[in-house]
């Protein structure tokens, strides 16, 4: 080939969006060259076509983005031979405009009052975009500075908190736009609405006093009494406005990471007067002095107080300072005035009911004292027999110190072992055991062996006479004393503690029916051991085993034999 390919087509910048077409022609040279598009390194797939003696190859790109900016398209014309001819390139670096894409990388900054912030937002485009700020609902601050994709904030202040937003244009549509939002923490602030001081009217219900306030945290408000550390929620409710209330309360605000701050407001209740409870019932001694006190709270203060007396017969008289015996003292306190009456030398002549009275522009109260006067000997009385009370109580309560701690009192009392044996001490019995054939409690015979079972030593039943031979057992003749005899038995003294010696070979039935009854228990009777045969004369024939016919040769050895056993028995 005379020279390389040429490449047509894409001249000029293209926008991100549209179409691109690049056709790529070979001239000259045999055999025909070979044509290949190239993005880079990587083979486009294409479609060639012959042209009269040349060769050319088109490629087609649908829709252009901001990627193909840049991009190196080369088309390659290959004859076949390197050897002979070399292989020969053209190239063209696609321009493509495209709008800006904004990306912002702190979508929130957080700063205190008086610091200084930068809000920052990354811009992509071409050609370069240029770069606006600002402030959504306002304009930037006076001393903020921007600086193509920065914002500088040197001191920032509260009213500097909100969205900022960094908006990028180049002429291609559409516009890039990103937000950013500024935290600005500032301790709480206050606000002005609340009065330093409310007027509420005496006997008033359901008044309140709400407080604002700002900040960032949002702050926590609470009221609370002045010096105190009672709080309560906002806003600050009254449901009964009474005297008492009236006084200094300050509304606290508070957020994390500030101090909290205050502010004082005076509650100043007004109203008619209001006396404070007391005694209703005065009750002295005839010839000493009666002190009636009277403590009026009201705003404003009464001028003067009052004092009449009422007596038992109706009479009602205004008492006076300068009437004989008489004394009437008026002082300030901090929400009213207090009032005193005294009256010297009482008798039965000065009982009555008095009456504290005090007005003001709102109204006026009063309050009723009832005194009573007594004889002084009964007073003398109640306070001799007071008095020997107490020192009888001192004196009962001394002897009983000295009784306990000389241990005439609260004396240990040593267990009683008498009833025990000195010798030996009773093996212990299961509660739950019974034994079978040992009577009972109210059977009201000693026997020869004694048990402990539920806590008590029971004796045995009676030995019973008129039984065969087959149901003789351990029996006695005769009633015996259990202090001749030891604790118990040499051989309940060998056997297992609960075992019955007599469990081992047979009970007869009745001893065991006539036990149970004496003893009111449950009792399932055992089969009887069946006697030997006897012949017709009434005889004892033993059977031998088998193969062993042997019985006793005459009557005499019978009887032997069973006075034998009984002897063993017995």
Same mark, same amino acid.
């Given at each position: 080939m005379s020279g390389p390919p040429r490449i047509t087509g894409g001249e000029l910048t293209a926008t991100a969006g549209e179409q691109l077409s690049l056709t790529c022609r070979a001239s000259g040279g045999h055999p025909a060259a070979r044509l290949t598009w190239l993005n880079g390194t990587r083979s486009f797939s294409s479609t060639s076509d012959s042209a009269g003696s040349g060769k050319t190859l088109d490629l087609f +790109?649908?829709?252009?983005?901001?990627?193909?900016? #840049?991009?190196?398209?080369? /088309?390659? &014309? *290959?004859? %076949?031979f390197p050897q002979l001819a070399r292989t020969k390139a053209s190239s063209?670096?696609?321009?493509?405009?495209?709008?800006?894409?904004?990306?912002?990388?702190?979508?929130?900054?957080?700063?205190?009052?008086?610091?200084?912030?930068?809000?920052?937002?990354?811009v992509d485009s071409n050609p370069k975009a240029d770069v606006t700020w600002r402030k959504v609902?306002?304009?930037?601050?006076?001393?903020?500075?921007?600086?193509?994709?920065?914002? +500088?904030?040197?001191?920032?202040?509260?009213?500097? #908190?909100?969205?900022?937003? /960094?908006? &990028? *244009?180049? %002429?291609?549509?559409?516009?890039?736009?990103?937000?950013?939002?500024?935290?600005?923490?500032?301790?709480?602030?206050?606000?002005?609405?609340?009065?330093?001081?409310?007027?509420?009217?005496?006997?008033?219900?359901?008044?309140?006093?709400?407080?604002?306030?700002?900040?960032?945290?949002?702050?926590?408000?609470?009221?609370r009494r002045k010096d105190t550390s009672l709080y309560w929620d906002n806003p600050l409710r009254f449901h009964r406005v009474r005297y008492d209330v009236?006084?200094?309360?300050?509304?606290?605000?508070?957020?994390?990471?500030?101090?909290?701050?205050?502010?004082?407001?005076?509650?100043d209740v007004v109203g008619r007067p209001s006396i404070q409870g007391g005694l209703t019932t005065l009750t002295v001694a005839a010839g000493s002095n009666a002190r009636l006190h009277c403590e009026i709270l009201a705003d404003p203060i009464p001028a003067t107080v009052t004092w009449t007396w009422q007596t038992k017969d109706g009479a009602e008289s205004v008492v006076m300072a300068t009437d004989l015996g008489v004394i009437i003292t008026e002082e300030?306190?901090?929400?009213?005035?207090?009032?005193?009456?005294?009256?010297?030398?009482?008798?039965?002549?000065?009982?009555?009911?008095?009456?504290?009275?005090?007005?003001?522009?709102?109204?006026?109260?009063?309050?009723?004292?009832?005194?009573?006067?007594?004889?002084?000997?009964?007073?003398?009385?109640?306070?001799?027999?007071?008095?020997?009370?107490?020192v009888l109580g001192i004196v009962g309560a001394i002897i009983v110190c000295v009784a306990v701690k000389k241990k005439w009192l609260c004396r240990e009392r040593k267990p009683d072992t008498s009833t025990l044996s000195s010798t030996r001490s009773m093996p212990p019995v299961p509660k739950s055991v019974k034994r079978l054939g040992?009577?009972?409690?109210?059977?009201?015979?000693?026997d020869l062996e004694l048990q402990e079972l539920d806590g008590t030593l029971k004796p045995r039943p009676p030995p019973r006479a008129g039984k065969e031979w087959t149901s003789v057992g351990l029996s006695y003749t005769a009633l015996a004393h259990s202090n001749t005899l030891p604790p118990y038995s040499t051989v309940e003294r060998h056997k297992p503690d609960g075992e019955d010696i007599r469990s081992r070979g047979r009970i007869p039935e009745e001893d065991i029916?006539?036990?149970?009854?004496?003893?009111?228990?449950?009792?399932?009777?055992?089969?009887?051991?069946?006697?030997?045969?006897?012949?017709?004369?009434?005889?004892?024939?033993?059977?031998?085993?088998?193969?062993?016919?042997?019985?006793?040769?005459?009557?005499?050895?019978?009887?032997?034999?069973?006075?034998e056993i009984q002897a063993d028995s017995i």
């Open positions: +790109l649908p829709r252009l983005t901001k990627w193909d900016n #840049g991009a190196n398209f080369t /088309c390659l &014309a *290959d004859q %076949g063209r670096i696609l321009r493509v405009k495209y709008p800006p894409v904004v990306q912002v990388p702190s979508p929130s900054v957080h700063v205190r009052e008086g610091e200084p912030a930068s809000l920052s937002c990354m609902g306002g304009g930037l601050p006076e001393l903020a500075v921007p600086r193509d994709h920065l914002l +500088l904030l040197p001191k920032v202040s509260p009213r500097d #908190g909100g969205p900022y937003q /960094c908006e &990028a *244009d180049n %002429g291609v549509r559409p516009a890039g736009l990103g937000t950013v939002t500024l935290q600005v923490y500032y301790p709480p602030v206050i606000e002005d609405t609340l009065d330093s001081e409310v007027t509420m009217l005496h006997g008033q219900d359901d008044l309140s006093i709400e407080c604002f306030a700002a900040g960032n945290p949002k702050p926590h408000i609470r009221w009236q006084g200094t309360y300050q509304c606290v605000a508070a957020s994390d990471g500030f101090r909290e701050v205050t502010r004082d407001v005076y509650v300030p306190t901090d929400d009213g005035i207090a009032s005193s009456l005294v009256v010297e030398d009482v008798g039965i002549s000065e009982e009555g009911t008095y009456v504290c009275q005090a007005a003001n522009m709102f109204g006026e109260a009063r309050r009723e004292i009832r005194l009573e006067v007594t004889d002084s000997n009964d007073s003398l009385v109640v306070i001799s027999v007071s008095m020997a009370t107490l040992h009577g009972t409690n109210d059977s009201g015979v000693e029916m006539d036990d149970a009854i004496m003893d009111d228990t449950e009792y399932i009777p055992d089969d009887p051991p069946a006697p030997p045969p006897k012949d017709k004369k009434r005889r004892w024939t033993r059977r031998a085993p088998p193969g062993d016919m042997t019985v006793p040769s005459s009557l005499h050895e019978a009887e032997n034999a069973l006075n």
